[in-house]
């Protein structure tokens, strides 16, 4: 059964960090490429970061520059989203999302499972 768990979600205030975490159990996380989507109210789901499977590669949307990382551990299969200098607009439920390939990418259509969320809500 192939499933990921996002954990790590929470109450936060402007300026803080929080470590998102996303287990994969059912198949192994080193051979595809994996990326943290995130959905806020009123505003469609978009592909934020992503990394390639070994981790050498990653992308960043231009909003979370310089303030999210994306990384793994393929030994026990987790992903990792660290966020630093929170602001009230990355209120959202972020998504972790694996493709079927080993090339890192933003777009839904190449994803192949999905977690179900975990909600940051950053409020002033």
């Known amino acids: 059964h192939l499933q990921l768990v996002e954990s790590g979600g929470g109450l936060m205030q402007p300026g803080w960090s929080l470590r998102l975490s996303c287990a994969a159990s059912g198949f192994p996380l080193i051979n595809v490429a994996s990326a943290w989507f995130r959905h806020a109210s009123g505003k469609a789901r978009e592909g934020i970061a992503c990394i390639s499977p070994n981790g050498d590669h990653t992308y960043y949307v231009d909003s979370v520059k310089g303030r999210f990382t994306i990384s793994r551990n393929n030994a026990n299969n987790t992903v990792y989203l660290q966020m630093t200098s929170l602001k009230p607009e990355d209120t959202a439920v972020y998504y972790c999302?694996?493709?079927?390939?080993?090339?890192?990418?933003?777009?839904?259509?190449?994803?192949?499972?999905w977690g179900k969320g975990t909600q940051v809500t950053v409020y002033s």
């Open positions: 999302a694996d493709t079927n390939h080993r090339r890192c990418a933003l777009s839904q259509d190449d994803m192949n499972y």
